[in-house]
T-cell receptor
Framework: GESVGLHLPTLSVQEGDNSIINCAYS??????FIWYKQESGKGPQFIID?????DKRQGQRVTVLLNKTVKHLSLQIAATQPGDSAVYFC?????????FGIGTKLQVIP | KAGVTQTPRYLIKTRGQQVTLSCSPI?????VSWYQQTPGQGLQFLFE???????NKGNFPGRFSGRQFSNSRSEMNVSTLELGDSALYLC?????????????FGSGTRLTVV
């Protein structure tokens, strides 16, 4: 079946360094991708999205890259801060369907 | 504008009981989806409602049901609770079914079954 997976379940990063969280997806028909951040005890929070007609999109300290050739999505966080510690999910969406990855836990080391 | 509101935030129930959770979507959003989140399982899709009709359903037993009202608010019900139903239940709203742009989650309801 179709699935979205994450390459690394846990990522530890030194404060101030850049973080890269990866995601592989399998449905080539997916046309919209979202990254969410989920802090302990809270619901997933939208971070950034990208449509399939783009390969890069930048936000504040975050960049999402989409490589449709290899069905790969990544989230880059610049100058990682302690407040970035959370679980990050990627999601792929197509018509009437949203599929989420398990999530990657980002730990920021002070 | 107000986000997605889920109530209650926490619930403790005993096995065999039933429970009803509520979700109020963002104003103007007409699609509401429900998910179960457990450690190690990620987000498991329960069902989606749009225009008071269930549009999609995940692989959960019939004990899990839902409904949507004319104001787009949605409820989900779990009957005959089992210990394994302990989880964070999340709802997400979007403008319409078929277009998940703006898919926004609530803070969830933490259900503990003892």
């Amino acid at each position: 079946g179709e699935s979205v997976g994450l390459h690394l379940p846990t990522l530890s990063v030194q404060e101030g360094d850049n973080s890269i969280i990866n995601c592989a997806y399998s449905n080539s028909a997916s046309d919209y991708f979202i990254w969410y951040k989920q802090e302990s005890g809270k619901g997933p929070q939208f971070i950034i999205d990208i449509r399939s007609n783009m390969d890069k999109r930048q936000g504040q300290r975050v960049t999402v890259l989409l490589n449709k050739t290899v069905k790969h999505l990544s989230l880059q966080i610049a100058a990682t801060q302690p407040g970035d510690s959370a679980v990050y999910f990627c999601a792929e969406t197509g018509y009437q369907k949203v599929t989420f990855g398990i999530g990657t836990k980002l730990q920021v080391i002070p | 504008k107000a986000g997605v509101t889920q109530t209650p935030r926490y619930l403790i129930k005993t096995r065999g009981q039933q429970v009803t959770l509520s979700c109020s979507p963002i104003s103007g959003h007409r699609s509401v989806s429900w998910y179960q989140q457990t450690p190690g399982q990620g987000l498991q899709f329960l069902f989606e409602y749009f225009s008071e009709t269930q549009r999609n359903k995940g692989n959960f037993p019939g004990r899990f049901s839902g409904r949507q009202f004319s104001n787009s608010r949605s409820e989900m019900n779990v009957s005959t609770l089992e210990l394994g139903d302990s989880a964070l239940y999340l709802c997400a709203s979007s403008l319409t079914t078929g277009d998940n742009y703006g898919y926004t989650f609530g803070s969830g309801t933490r259900l503990t079954v003892v």
